[in-house]
């Protein structure tokens, strides 16, 4: 009996002076790192001298799935704002489903200092994560607000905060991209030589073209048309009507360039027309039925197949694709013929409205969050990287290795710069890693002394870049860039309408969700029906399209979207 | 200890209802050693089981995250509306059913029938080889088997590629695409996956049958198949009603996996289920109180389904849970 008190009691001290241990460590991490706040923040007030600052890494979250996690001391880039601020970022990408990501962190209440939310901003905002950056920018950011301040009507939350800072600003003047970035119809260069270079801008002749194209190749195993279905990128599906009626990619609506009425495509006759001759395509065999099954990485293994000859898309979405049959390429020039040629395809042939007009994307951006240890280096990292001089670094990089200055103050490449910059040297330069998700001059600005922000935009380096075979393709259409062969875009100050934020669970969202659902369920019938029976489909499809309140969400979308032209009027 | 024990019992005997609790108390110092023993795992029922049904204070409530208790809108039970009101919840209902109950009487009869066979195998060797092939799809996780199901399934896969070379398809098929196959596809991809893990515990079960019995029978005469079903199926009897009753219990649980990895716009009528549409409505939209009402929704189900197996296996007078 003595033996079995003297275990049962040795068991209970054990298990209370765990638990007292495991208190004790807890509180004693709480008071480290709460005292190391005041102590670094001392520090960065002061470091305005030469003093070295003494060096913090912050936890970034970006929202974007496919990148290498990355220190960013760790490349060129990165190491020299390091040493200019002593502030590192380790970055940690997407794996798996975004919203379930941030709805986990959403829910511990624990963030990382900074999150790059990508789509799911609207989670994170209704949840209170991101800090008011009014005061900070006002104390630290004179160059946060040299860039941001034409913005600030349209950043401001409905409380009146700045939350996070969005990255399509224009600073100075604003330059087109020569390349294609957003939607076109893209076909085979080869199809366009073997037909002797057609002007093609009625959706009826590309399918014509493919069409014959096949048909002049039976025995090749082609593919006409593929199209993009995979969970979000879904939208390069439903948004083709859109762009076929002469409209930019607003998201869901078309907005009326004068009354600024926003009216959905989804049910219309644009909508009709498209899938009707999709449904056509289909009954030709020219279409490819598993692109309804297919996942993003099936669909851009397809586009590098060689086998595909025509789809639609974004440009941004299939870049991947491109670098792969561009890097092809370039070894062997024979195969220049697989890479893929934009085309400005409408409805009738009437002017087209691919290109984004200038506009401010309001629900992308990069915010500190509530659990920031040190919102004030952050914010002074931030407002030295707006700095010209780290801008070019960032977007151009180092004089001498990877840009020239000519004797008028022009910035270039030489053709051997162009060539070492594989994605490789990109990753390790740290030009992938503050390209597009840091606060930034926006794409499309210029330098204070006219350059392009964006080498990519410089037209000397434009020029550079081009392949013989680019450039043989380029003067068939007479043309010098890609963007040439595209109507300029007309000015649309709300532009892009899907950059509204739309609250968490509202009707808006909820309608988008269920009018998504409908598609997906529809469109693969729509389109790989037997056509007698598409009319059939297309009235079931249409009846429980208007059961959804489509009077409400267009209602909700045309006062959002007068209420930003009102703000962007009013500055 | 067996001495103190037989001194309380005639005393107890006779006792009213106070003693009843002395009686109680003096159990309880008696075995102080057990109750001690088992506090820690009480504590931790309580703590993760118990706890946080506090959080189904969220259906009721238009919850925001970062907000604290008393800062929450309060909205009665219009998420159960929203839930129980949506046209697509019959059917969400219905598809989660039915791919349960075909996960139920699949695994059940497939896992059964293998056990018993494997069980009659007298080649040892054979019987390890079957047992670890039809034991590794288990080990698989359902991301990469999803992908060999859509390969095998795909327009230039094996299953068309076989059935265009001997003539019985004219064109291809796109099996994902055609929404009432589903059923049959998440059917056949489970046994697949889950057959041989599924036989362990009968095959453990058939170990406990004394071999005496089947001796006996071989001396009334039963062949294999008599002993099967005379000896073997009873002797695991108990086994299989246990699972049963737990199983029916979950059958508002028809997976989450399979039917979001293989499913797809076009079969969304046939493969979408609770679970799926809780996470496109739910969580997605940052709606965590339209989650907890369905989980709430989901567990008094469960609780009802399980307490009526349970009382119909003791009408029967078999074995069951307590």
């Known amino acids: 009996m003595a033996k079995k008190k003297w275990f049962a009691s040795m068991i209970a001290l054990i298990m209370a002076l765990s638990m007292i241990v495991t208190a004790c460590s807890g509180k004693k ?11 670094s923040t001392g520090t960065a007030g002061s470091n305005t ?9 912050f936890r970034i979250f970006n929202g974007v799935a496919g990148e290498k996690d990355v220190n960013t001391n760790e490349t060129t880039i990165g190491k020299m704002l390091e040493d200019q601020t002593g502030v590192n970022f380790k970055i940690e990408h997407l794996v798996g489903d975004l919203n379930t990501k941030i709805g986990t962190m959403v829910a511990a209440n624990e963030y990382p200092d900074v999150i790059i939310p990508d789509a799911g901003i609207n989670q994170l905002l209704d949840a209170g994560a991101f800090i008011d950056l009014t005061d900070l920018i006002e104390k630290y950011g004179p160059n946060i607000k040299r860039v941001y301040e034409p913005y600030f009507n349209l950043m401001k939350a409905e409380d009146g905060g700045i939350y996070f800072l969005p990255f399509s600003t224009v600073v100075n003047g604003y330059i087109p991209d020569p390349n294609i970035n957003q939607g076109a119809f893209w076909v085979q260069r080869r199809v366009l030589e073997w037909a002797g270079y057609p002007k093609i801008n009625k959706v009826d002749d ?14 090749e195993n082609l593919t006409g048309f593929v199209t993009l279905t995979h969970d979000w990128r879904f939208f390069a599906t439903t948004n083709v009507p859109n762009h076929l009626a002469g409209y930019p990619n607003d998201g869901e609506v078309m907005v009326d360039m004068q009354t600024h009425e926003a009216k959905i495509y989804a049910g219309t006759d644009y909508e009709k027309r498209w899938f009707k001759l999709l449904n056509e395509i289909n009954a030709k065999g020219l279409f490819d039925k598993s692109s309804f099954v297919d996942n993003y990485d099936q669909y851009i293994a397809k586009l590098t197949s060689h086998k595909v000859l025509g789809f639609f898309d974004y440009g941004w979405q299939i870049g991947s694709a491109q670098n792969a049959l561009r890097d092809a390429a370039k070894t062997d020039p024979s195969q220049d013929g697989y890479r893929y040629f934009p085309l400005p395809v409408t409805f009738d042939g009437g002017k087209d409205q691919y290109l984004d007009p200038p506009g401010f994307v309001n629900n992308r951006g990069f915010g500190i969050t509530v659990s920031a240890k040190d919102p004030v280096r952050i914010i002074q990292f931030v407002d030295n990287l707006l700095k010209e001089e780290n801008q070019i670094l960032v977007k151009w990089g180092v004089e001498g290795e990877t840009y020239l200055k000519d004797e008028n103050g022009r910035m270039y490449r030489t053709q051997e710069m162009i060539d070492k910059m594989n994605q490789k040297f990109l990753e390790d330069y740290g030009f992938t890693v503050f390209d597009w998700d840091w606060p930034q001059y926006g794409t499309n600005s210029t330098l204070a002394d006219g350059n392009a922000a964006s080498p990519g935009l410089q037209p000397e380096v434009f020029q550079l870049s081009l392949t013989e075979a680019d450039k043989k393709i380029l003067s068939a259409y007479g043309v010098k860039t890609y963007a040439e062969m595209f109507a300029p875009p007309d000015n649309r100050p709300w532009f892009p309408a899907w950059g509204i934020q739309k609250e968490q669970g509202s009707p808006p969202q909820i309608f988008e969700a269920r009018k ?56 | 200890m067996e001495n103190n024990l037989a001194y309380t019992e005639p005393s107890a005997a006779g ?33 993760f089981k118990y706890l946080p049904l506090w959080g189904w204070t969220i259906a009721f409530q238009d919850y925001k995250p970062a907000k604290g208790f008393w800062d929450q809108k309060w909205v009665g039970f219009q998420h159960f509306e929203f839930l129980f009101g949506d046209e697509r919840f019959l059917r969400v209902l219905r598809n989660t059913l039915v791919m349960s109950s075909l996960n139920l009487v699949l695994g059940f009869v497939t896992a059964i029938t293998l056990a018993l066979l494997l069980n009659e195998v007298r080649q040892l060797v054979f019987k390890r080889v079957v047992q670890t092939i039809s034991y590794l799809p288990h080990f698989i996780s359902w991301v990469v088997a999803a992908g060999i199901i859509q390969a095998v399934l795909a327009t230039d896969g094996i299953v068309n590629d076989l059935l265009m070379w001997l003539g019985l398809l004219d064109d291809e098929v796109l099996f994902l695409g055609v929404g009432h196959w589903f059923w049959g596809i998440f059917g056949a991809s489970i046994v697949w996956k889950d057959l041989g893990w599924n036989t362990i515990v009968y095959l453990a079960a058939m170990t406990m049958i004394d071999p005496a019995q089947y ?57 979408e289920n609770l679970d799926i549409f809780v996470l496109k409505y739910g969580i997605n939209m940052g709606n965590f109180s339209l989650s907890v009402a369905a989980s709430m929704f989901k567990t008094v189900v469960s609780f009802i389904l399980l307490f009526a197996a349970n009382h119909i296996a003791k009408r029967l007078g078999e074995a069951r849970l307590y």
């Open chain 2, 15 to 47: 006792m009213s209802k106070p003693a009843g609790w002395k009686r109680f108390f003096r159990q309880l110092v008696q075995q102080r050693a057990l109750v001690v023993m088992s506090v820690p795992f009480v504590v931790w029922l309580f703590v």
């Open chain 1, 49 to 57: 001298g030469e003093q070295p600052p003494d060096k913090v890494t």
């Open chain 1, 29 to 39: 991490e709480a008071a480290e790192s709460s005292g190391e706040q005041p102590a």
């Open chain 1, 206 to 219: 590309y399918f014509k073209l493919i069409e014959d194209f096949i048909k002049a190749h039976p025995n």
């Open chain 2, 215 to 271: 001796e006996a029978a071989e001396m009334d005469g039963a062949g294999r198949f008599k002993k099967m079903w005379h000896i073997t199926l009873p002797g695991i009897k108990p086994v299989i009603i246990v699972l049963l009753i737990m199983n029916v219990g979950y059958l508002l649980e028809s997976g989450f996996e399979p039917q979001y990895l293989l499913g797809n716009g076009m079969n969304i009528d046939y493969s």
């Open chain 1, 516 to 571: 998504t659902e409908l598609q997906r369920k529809y469109i693969p019938e729509l389109v790989l029906s037997d056509p007698a029976k598409f009319e059939d489909v297309w009235t079931k499809y249409t009846t429980e399209l208007n059961k959804l309140d489509i009077a409400g969400y267009q209602q909700w979308y045309t006062e959002r979207i007068k209420e930003v032209v009102a703000k962007a009027q009013g500055k």
